[in-house]
């Protein structure tokens, strides 16, 4: 098994969960609209301009957190729904090329995911990032990404195809990424300059972020194989 | 005395040996020890007043917990990476887990418990605190994963995957939640902890921790063997159920 053909098979299963995405629409016309209600329901439940303000970026985070969750659900219940994942197993595709494939094309999503998130932040708590700030924040999004679409896809794949998982993937997944939530929402703060914090600051958050998504991404792609090989 | 009766009968006798047996009579012995030591003998704290007898409880329960989770943690390596893997390890990781989580439950209660009396809160953001939460949780999960179905190696390498993930996980829960903390700079309520202890409490801390760990090996043991027959009975399968539910229909 050599890399490039682990990048190949990398490459054609993110274009496929993409395109099955894209013509399925599942994630933009439920997904989405499901994260910018939680949105409306933080402000409905904290009742007060400043203190959305000052939440804003905790909250941000927490409702990807939780169309995290969504998002892997739906990944493997495409999978799962025809045997599709079997037939990939049966057929000697490489597992670290699924977990790399699968990871990407969720990480894409995410991406879509967090930009209307924060678009929702600057509109409805008003949040509003300096330039630098921005800089932070791409920079904050594409790394809790990474770690967040690592393990989403590795513990998604622990439990796909057994009964119960729509409740089980929560109950693995959140303690999971509580340092993603810890490390994003600090580093989204001072992007956001909640309560003067300067934007300075919000970098070192970024280190967390980063030995996060390395240990997830490294750790999946390598223990993927014995998770669906059954 | 129908055929199904007989046969459990026959199961409890099968997860006891002699080793087992006075291995439980000395931890009963023990836990004796341990209540007339922790509750009458021992004196009350001069800072924490009678309260502190809970930590008899506490700080071994709390070490059983975590002596479980490593046992856990050591028996799923063995599990995945010993070339002749044996559903031995599996079993041995799936009690200790049950057994850890138990515990864990138990410390986490009496902590705040002793928390509420002592600092007059039942809970703190501390790092260690929150990682002890979020471990619990974490097995719980793991607990629930065993429990999936499939074969027994499909559940073996499905958990023993996700135990070693565990190991991984706590740490940097551990490391996030104390960064996040030392930022919000909160007033330490553990007051000065050069303290010296009584000699009496340290040594009934002492054997607390023995004790409960001995407890910890004999459950440990009775578990593993009542997992191996309940994989045993899963795998002569589906038919003798059946026949055991007409046998129960029929002596009712």
Do not use: C
Request: aromatic share 10%; glycine share 8%; proline share 2%.
């Amino acid at each position: 098994m050599n890399v490039s053909s682990t990048f190949r098979v990398a490459r054609l299963i993110a274009a496929k969960d993409l395109r099955v995405e894209w013509r399925s629409r599942v994630v933009t016309n439920q997904v989405l609209p499901f994260a910018v209600l939680v949105m409306v329901l933080f402000a409905f439940a904290l009742d007060s301009d400043a203190v959305l303000e000052r939440v804003a970026p905790g909250l941000v985070w927490l409702a990807t957190i939780f169309s995290v969750l969504f998002l892997v659900a739906r990944t493997y219940a495409v999978e799962t729904a025809d045997g599709a994942l079997d037939a990939l197993r049966s057929a000697g595709v490489d597992p670290m090329g699924i977990f790399l494939g699968k990871t990407a094309a969720l990480a894409a999503q995410l991406l879509v995911l967090e930009a209307l998130l924060v678009s929702a932040a600057v509109i409805l708590y008003r949040a509003d990032p300096t330039p630098s700030g921005t800089v932070l924040l791409v920079t904050t999004a594409l790394v809790a990404t990474v770690g967040l679409a690592s393990v989403g896809t590795l513990y998604g794949g622990l439990a796909a195809g057994v009964k119960g998982r729509e409740t089980l993937l929560p109950l693995l997944l959140l303690p999971v990424v509580a340092p993603v939530l810890i490390g994003a929402t600090r580093a989204t703060e001072s992007a956001f300059r909640t309560n003067g914090i300067a934007v300075s600051e919000g970098w070192p958050w970024l280190g967390l972020l980063a030995v996060f998504a390395a240990i997830f991404s490294v750790v999946g792609a390598v223990a993927f194989g014995s998770l669906i090989d059954e | 005395m129908t055929a199904a009766s007989v046969d459990t009968n026959r199961r409890e006798r099968v997860t006891g040996t002699s080793f087992t047996r006075g291995l439980g009579a000395v931890t009963l012995v023990g836990i004796a020890w341990l209540v007339l030591f922790g509750l009458v003998v021992t004196p009350a704290d001069v800072n924490q007043g009678e309260s502190v007898r809970i930590m008899y409880a506490h700080v071994p329960g709390a070490w059983l917990a975590y002596l479980a989770f490593v046992v856990t943690a050591i028996s799923s390596a063995m599990y995945l990476f010993r070339r002749t893997r044996s559903l031995v390890w599996d079993r041995i990781a799936g009690a200790s887990a049950e057994i850890g989580v138990l515990f864990m439950g138990i410390s986490l209660v009496t902590g705040s418990l002793w928390g509420r009396l002592t600092w007059g809160t039942f809970w703190t953001w501390d790092a260690r605190l929150t990682t002890t939460a979020f471990l619990f949780i974490t097995y719980v999960g793991y607990l629930a994963v065993r429990n999936l179905g499939g074969t027994h190696h499909q559940r073996a390498r499905r958990s023993a995957v996700l135990a070693l993930l565990a190991v991984l996980e706590i740490p940097l829960v551990h490391f996030s939640v104390e960064l996040w903390n030392s930022l919000h700079q909160e007033a330490s309520v553990v007051g000065n902890t050069d303290v010296t202890m009584d000699g009496l409490m340290l040594f009934t801390l002492f054997l607390g921790v023995i004790v409960f760990t001995l407890m910890y090996v004999w459950m440990l043991m009775h578990r593993q063997r009542s997992l191996t027959l309940q994989d045993m009975v899963d795998d002569i399968g589906l038919d003798v159920a059946l026949a055991a539910r007409r046998a129960e229909a029929g002596s009712s």
